[in-house]
C-alpha cells in the first residue's frame, strides 16, 4: 500500500506570495491534518480535515487555510507569505474516526523557504 | 490543556549503550501513547504506542510502558546503533487532539 505523499518536496517563495501545498493520504484513509514544524516552535498542529470538512483547528492566522477533496486529498494553502513561514509542513492521515489508537502516518514534507 | 514534555536533547550514546528518552504528559481521561522518530530529512514515522494503562508497546528494540500513576511513557532501548540517530517525538492522542512532545535528538556515535 503506499504511503501519504507530499508535492513538492522543496518549494521557494517570495515574501508576499500565496503557496498551494498538496498531500494524499493512504487510500481508505478519510483524516488528513498538516503540520508545521520548525526548529523553534517545534512540531504545531495546523488544522485537520475529514469527509471534506475541517474538524479541528490549531492556533494559526487566516493566512493559512486548506480543504479536502471528495477523494481524500488534501491542499494547504498560505497566503501572503511571511519569511516566519519558511518550515517543513507535514501531512498525515489516519483511518481511525476518532478515540481508541489514532495512528497517524506521514508523508515526508514540504520544505518551503519564503525569501 | 493537554501538554506532553520530553527531556532535553540532544543525547549523545556510544554505540550499544542503553538509551532512556523521558516522556511525561499532562491529559484529562486516558489518551493513547505514541513515540515517533524522525530520521534527516524525513517525515515522522510510528516506532510504537500504547493504548491504555499498563501496556507495553515495542518495535526494533524500542519499549515503553504506559504508566498511569506516573503519566509516563518512557522510551528505552537495550543496545543503541548508529542507524538509531534521530529524532524521537512522544505524542498523546486523547480522544480528539494530537499532542506532540518538542523531540529530542538522539546521536549514537560508533
Known amino acids: 500500500k503506499a504511503g501519504v505523499t507530499q508535492t513538492p518536496r522543496y518549494l521557494i517563495k517570495t515574501r508576499g506570495q500565496q503557496v498551494t501545498l498538496s498531500c494524499s493520504p493512504i487510500s481508505g484513509h478519510r483524516s488528513v491534518s498538516w503540520y508545521q514544524q520548525t526548529p523553534g516552535q517545534g512540531l504545531q498542529f495546523l488544522f485537520e480535515y475529514f469527509s471534506e470538512t475541517q474538524r479541528n483547528k490549531g492556533n494559526f492566522p487566516g493566512r493559512f487555510s486548506g480543504r479536502q477533496f471528495s477523494n481524500s486529498r488534501s491542499e494547504m494553502n498560505v497566503s501572503t507569505l511571511e519569511l516566519g513561514d519558511s518550515a517543513l509542513y507535514l501531512c498525515?492521515?489516519?483511518?481511525?474516526?476518532?478515540?481508541?489508537?489514532?495512528?497517524?502516518?506521514f508523508g515526508p514534507g514540504t520544505r518551503l523557504t519564503v525569501t | 490543556g493537554d501538554s506532553v514534555t520530553q527531556m532535553e536533547g540532544p543525547v549523545t550514546l556510544s554505540e550499544e549503550a542503553f538509551l532512556t528518552i523521558n516522556c511525561t504528559y499532562t491529559?484529562?481521561?486516558?489518551?493513547?501513547l505514541f513515540w515517533y522518530v524522525q530520521y534527516p530529512g524525513e517525515g515522522l514515522q510510528l516506532l510504537l504506542k500504547a493504548t491504555k494503562a499498563d501496556d507495553k508497546g515495542s518495535n526494533k528494540g524500542f519499549e515503553a510502558t504506559y504508566r498511569k500513576e506516573t503519566t509516563s511513557f518512557h522510551l528505552e532501548k537495550g543496545s543503541v546503533q548508529v542507524s538509531d540517530s534521530a529524532v524521537y517525538f512522544c505524542a498523546l492522542w486523547d480522544g480528539q487532539n494530537f499532542v506532540f512532545g518538542p523531540g529530542t535528538r538522539l546521536s549514537v556515535l560508533p
Open positions: 498525515a492521515s489516519s483511518l481511525s474516526v476518532g478515540g481508541g489508537s489514532y495512528e497517524q502516518y
Open positions: 491529559a484529562t481521561g486516558y489518551p493513547s
